[in-house]
């Protein structure tokens, strides 16, 4: 099955600094990986996805490159506020299993105001 | 707020016994995932259900069963509790589509003593 590698697992910035984000997986067949944010008390949050047919997307603060050859995927956040403190996830699935989604181990950011 | 809800939010139970945990979907979702997050980890996927169907299933034994309703709202049993059941029990609903949003609800924490 699927493995999802997530790096780092702990990421403190100073505010406005940018934080960067690496998972790896391993199944050739995933094709859509999502990345949530999940808050103290608080379920996983959707920020941002991507499909395996793009290279990289962007919103506002927060990007996302996807480079199938190597099977890695990144989340980019730049001008990092407080408020970006949380747990980040990443997670892959494929067509043929519909939103069942492995996850990476999670990264800790802290953004130090 | 996802509109996705969960109840309990929390539950203490001892081991050897059975819990029944609840989703209810945001509107209009037909499919509903549930996940198992302990301390510290990444999420991971237990079942699907689809039309009231399980439509796939991860590594979890048999004790832990499901249901999905006419309204698309779903239950969780965990039979003969083990102390390493103790985690955050996750719901999510999306529309079926293998890259369709998931939204999660606030999840259900389990211990088992």
């Known amino acids: 099955g699927e493995n999802v590698e997530q790096h780092p697992s702990t990421l403190s910035v100073q505010e406005g600094d940018s934080a960067v984000i690496k998972c790896t997986y391993s199944d050739s067949a995933s094709n859509y990986f999502p990345w949530y944010k999940q808050e103290l008390g608080k379920g996983p949050q959707l920020i941002i996805d991507i499909r395996s047919n793009v290279g990289e997307k962007k919103d506002q603060r927060i990007a996302v490159t996807l480079n199938k050859t190597a099977k890695h995927f990144s989340l980019h956040i730049t001008e990092t506020q407080p408020e970006d403190s949380a747990v980040y996830f990443c997670a892959a699935s494929n067509g043929n299993t519909g939103n069942q989604f492995y996850f990476g181990t999670g990264t800790s950011l802290t953004v130090i105001p | 707020e996802t509109g996705v809800t969960q109840s309990p939010t929390h539950l203490i139970k001892t081991r050897g016994q059975q819990v029944t945990l609840r989703c209810s979907s945001q509107?209009?979702?037909?499919?509903v995932s549930w996940y198992q997050q302990a301390l510290g980890q990444g999420p991971q996927f237990i079942f699907q259900?689809?039309?009231?169907?399980?439509?796939g299933r991860g590594n979890f034994p048999p004790r832990f069963s499901g249901l999905q309703f006419p309204n698309y709202s779903s239950e969780l049993n965990v039979n003969a509790l083990e102390l390493d059941d103790s985690a955050l029990y996750l719901c999510?609903?999306?529309?079926?589509?293998?890259?369709?949003?998931?939204?999660f609800g606030q999840g259900t924490r389990l211990t088992v003593v």
């Open positions: 259900y689809y039309r009231e169907e399980e439509n």
């Open positions: 999510a609903s999306s529309l079926p589509g293998f890259d369709t949003e998931a939204f």
């Open positions: 509107s209009g979702h037909n499919t």
